[in-house]
């Protein structure tokens, strides 16, 4: 139903929008959405800019346990069991 929209039926929203609303309310939400498009198109360039000039972040070095730590720990777990039962 949406995708069946003529020029005409927009015309028509536009022109209940603007009777319920009133042409400074429709006026003042234009500008302000206006200003919030150019505000982040202004962060994305900023953004791109910092990103350009400072060097690749190299991603933090992974921390691995040590593996006997594992087999350690997992014969102990074993050594304990058999001592309870």
């Given at each position: 139903?949406?995708?069946?929209?003529?020029?005409?039926h927009?015309?028509?929203?536009?022109?209940?929008?603007?009777?319920?609303?009133?042409?400074?309310?429709?006026?003042?939400?234009?500008?302000?959405?206006?200003?919030?498009?150019?505000?982040?198109?202004?962060?994305?360039?900023e953004?791109?800019e910092?990103?350009?000039?400072?060097?690749?972040?190299?991603?933090?070095?992974?921390?691995?346990?040590?593996?006997?730590?594992?087999?350690?720990?997992?014969?102990?777990?074993?050594?304990?069991?058999?001592?309870q039962?």
């Open positions: 139903m949406l995708g069946n929209l003529s020029i005409v927009i015309v028509l929203l536009l022109l209940v929008v603007m009777l319920i609303f009133g042409t400074g309310r429709v006026k003042n939400l234009g500008r302000d959405l206006g200003g919030a498009i150019n505000g982040f198109k202004q962060a994305m360039r953004g791109e910092a990103a350009r000039q400072s060097p690749p972040a190299t991603p933090p070095a992974v921390q691995h346990a040590a593996p006997d730590t594992l087999t350690t720990t997992t014969t102990n777990m074993t050594k304990d069991k058999e001592h039962a």
